[in-house]
């Protein structure tokens, strides 16, 4: 089926300093998201994006916290400046449509662990 | 908002036995849910989503019943075997949930036992 790959799959960074979490969505998909999930907790959700813009994020998704996808590349995920809590799993999604949920599928890729000491 | 349970957090069972996973959610305008598996190393994969229109659906290996009177989702791994050891999670989504929100239970971790 189709596939969403993230890169890298784990990442370490000194606390303070900025990460970028990379996402190659599914080819012909238009939606974005990304979800977090901290060690023992459940998967929630960050942000989705649409045809360059943020169209909903959650209060996890702090002022840190930035979302694109220049040109049509990956759809990243950056936090400036990193922080403890930041540690946990991401996982970004893609989907061809929009709309109510039980018409989409939302394919996710197997996620970044980001490690911040 | 949304609190969807899921249990058990992890379960073992032997080849050929049955599993089942329940997620309980708290929402009544909840309308659409899904199960999703997880391998090691590998995404998400949806192995069903069902509106609130229906009430069993049956895949191949597996069932999913939704009793939406006592807001339970359930996943019934039917003659289990190796290739179902994996994480699974239950989502739910909202009526009027533009953008997909997904609310997840925390995870199923299935071992199939030989």
């Known amino acids: 089926g189709p596939k969403v790959l993230q890169i890298p799959s784990h990442q370490i960074i000194d606390m303070g300093q900025m990460v970028t979490l990379n996402c190659d969505p599914v080819?012909?998909?238009?939606?974005f998201y990304w979800y977090k999930q901290i060690l023992g907790q459940q998967m929630e959700f960050l942000v989705n994006?649409?045809?360059?813009?943020?169209?909903?994020k959650s209060k996890l998704f702090k002022d840190q916290f930035s979302v694109e996808r220049p040109d049509g590349s990956y759809f990243t995920l950056k936090i400036q400046p990193t922080a403890l809590e930041d540690s946990a799993v991401y996982f970004c999604?893609?989907?061809?449509?929009?709309?109510?949920?039980?018409?989409?599928?939302?394919?996710f890729g197997a996620g970044t662990r980001l490690s911040v000491l | 908002g949304e609190q969807v349970e899921q249990r058990p957090p992890h379960l073992s069972v032997r080849e050929g036995d049955s599993a089942v996973i329940i997620c309980t959610y708290t929402?009544?305008?909840?309308?659409?849910f899904f199960w999703y598996k997880q391998e090691p190393g590998a995404g998400l994969q949806l192995l069903m989503k069902?509106?609130?229109?229906?009430e069993i659906n049956e895949g191949q290996g597996f069932t999913v019943l939704l009793n939406k009177k006592d807001k339970q989702l359930s996943l019934n791994l039917t003659a289990a075997h190796p290739g179902d050891s994996a994480v699974y999670f239950c989502?739910?989504?909202?009526?009027?949930?533009?953008?997909?929100?997904?609310?997840f239970g925390i995870g199923t971790r299935v071992l199939v036992r030989p």
């Open positions: 999604a893609s989907s061809l449509d929009w709309g109510g949920a039980g018409q989409n599928t939302l394919y």
């Open positions: 994006f649409y045809n360059g813009k943020v169209m909903e």
């Open positions: 989502a739910v989504s909202r009526t009027n949930s533009a953008g997909n929100k997904l609310t």
């Open positions: 929402d009544p305008n909840s309308y659409y």
């Open positions: 069902v509106f609130s229109s229906t």
């Open positions: 080819s012909n998909h238009l939606y």
